[in-house]
């Protein structure tokens, strides 16, 4: 399997992002985001980090990038895209996945471990963990804050699309374990062809122990076993 990882101006988890896919056996390269063509790859990967300097909203800009003409029509053919922080905030404006992100509830920048829920194993990203299995994963953002109108979280609802949710250490989805006040908890969503995945938290920040756990290393065990 062969993956890339998009690197915009103001991107900060890139390397992240190409340290855990070569871990994987995932063979990343990466690419610069004022490319036009992408290479033929199975996984492409948009890092978290503040593509642009965040202005005009995040994610607005790098969503107009050259290089996401080439993401856009790879997401079209079925081959995966996966977006983590900032890399959600673009697939959003880009139109691979339905919402906004906005400020978080309390308008203050998170930087911390959070409990997630796995809500569906029915993806390449998820298929090695637990249906309702609670992993921790770090979050680091300032506009994280999951919104749609309530035609588009039913339609993730009847869908299966809603991936993560915020919950506490037992499993429960409260409003006290949501850290940015996303709708539903919502912490990752896919698209209606389960291809294209988007989610606040950061896996690679938790690939290996010495990281301070290892929980994030299972998406892309799961990736590389599809």
Known sequence: MKSA???????????????VLAATGLNPVMVWHGD????EVDL??????????DYLRSGAMAAKSPIMREVIAHADKGRYVLGVCNGFQVLTEAGLLPGVLLRNQKLKFICRDVNLRVESTDTVYTSKYSQK????????????????????????QDNDQIIFRYC????????????????????GICNDKRNVLGMM?????????????????????????A
């Open 5 to 19: 990882v998009i690197v915009f101006p103001g991107s900060n988890c890139d390397r992240d992002a190409k340290t």
């Open 36 to 39: 036009s063509s992408l290479p």
């Open 44 to 53: 492409v990967m948009l890092p978290g980090g503040f593509s642009y300097g």
């Open 133 to 156: 299995q609670v992993i921790k994963v770090p979050v680091a953002h300032h506009d994280g804050n999951y919104f749609a109108d309530h035609r588009t979280l039913r339609n993730l």
């Open 168 to 187: 506490d250490e037992q499993g429960e989805v409260t409003p006290a374990s949501n850290p940015n006040g996303s709708l539903l908890n919502i912490a």
């Open 201 to 225: 938290p950061h896996p690679e920040r938790y690939s290996e122990l010495l990281l301070g756990g290892s929980d994030g290393a299972v998406m892309f065990e799961s990736l590389l076993a």
